[in-house]
């Protein structure tokens, strides 16, 4: 089958060309985590199907959405990364994740979390704006997923694992989280009713639904 197109000259139907087939954007999703090997790629996404994986790859390369690098020796493997064109599709992503986040409901019996998802969800709901006199560590489990979240003045990083410097916080909890960000719980009703459990600095998870919000 050939590739589809909308037949439009509108940059919107282009780009839904180039990255409107299903998987691509979850694909760009976790590349914009870090670069990554296409075992590393088949574990974030479960689902995918191999042969859907090595086309949707083959189809962003030609695109000039993503590109292959071999990592040096002595690992010599190679790896999928975003182009810098690939890499302008940051504040859209982030954008789509947040709008989507707003009507995203309860999850599914089949639904799965992702540490590379989550990371992606620190980025989309973070507010830089109400973050500018914070300095702190929230380490965020959900499951067996575990995002380290260091805060410093406005500026973000985040990465699965315990967060640079340590947490000041650990924030135990499932789909709960998601209606704390939303303002459909508080911080408070939270703890109160055990859909989130703290660890250490108690007084910082107000300011966690403040920061990182939908």
């Known amino acids: 089958m050939g590739k589809r197109h909308y037949g439009q000259f509108c940059g919107l139907?282009?780009?839904?060309?180039?990255?409107?087939?299903?998987?691509?954007?979850l694909i760009i999703r976790d590349l914009m985590v870090a670069p990554k090997r296409f075992t590393d790629l088949r574990r974030g996404?479960?689902?995918?199907?191999?042969?859907?994986?090595?086309?949707?790859?083959?189809?962003?390369?030609?695109?000039?959405?993503?590109?292959?690098?071999v990592l040096p020796r002595p690992d010599g493997s190679v790896v999928y990364e975003l182009?810098?064109?690939?890499?302008?599709?940051?504040?859209?992503?982030?954008?789509?994740?947040?709008?989507?986040?707003?009507?995203?409901?309860?999850?599914?019996?089949?639904?799965?979390?992702?540490?590379?998802?989550m990371v992606m969800a620190m980025r989309s709901t973070f507010h830089a704006e109400d973050a500018r006199d914070v300095v702190a560590g929230f380490?965020?489990?959900?499951?067996?997923?575990?995002?380290?979240?260091?805060?410093?003045?406005?500026k973000l990083d985040v990465a699965e694992g315990e967060p640079a410097g340590g947490a000041d916080v650990t924030i135990s909890t499932g789909p709960a989280i998601k209606a704390v960000m939303a303002g459909e719980l508080t911080p408070?009703?939270?703890?109160?009713?055990?859909?989130?459990?703290?660890?250490?600095d108690e007084a910082l998870f107000p300011t966690f639904a403040k920061i990182f919000r939908i």
């Open 83 to 117: 182009t810098a064109y690939g890499r302008d599709l940051e504040d859209i992503v982030l954008a789509l994740g947040r709008w989507g986040a707003r009507t995203l409901g309860e999850p599914g019996p089949d639904d799965i979390v992702t540490p590379d998802s």
């Open 139 to 154: 380490e965020l489990r959900l499951g067996d997923v575990v995002v380290g979240v260091r805060v410093d003045k406005g």
């Open 188 to 200: 408070e009703e939270a703890v109160a009713n055990g859909s989130v459990q703290l660890e250490g």
């Open 45 to 69: 996404l479960p689902k995918i199907p191999t042969n859907v994986l090595s086309a949707r790859l083959k189809q962003l390369e030609g695109e000039g959405v993503v590109e292959r690098r």
């Open 13 to 25: 139907a282009h780009a839904a060309d180039l990255v409107g087939e299903r998987w691509a954007l």
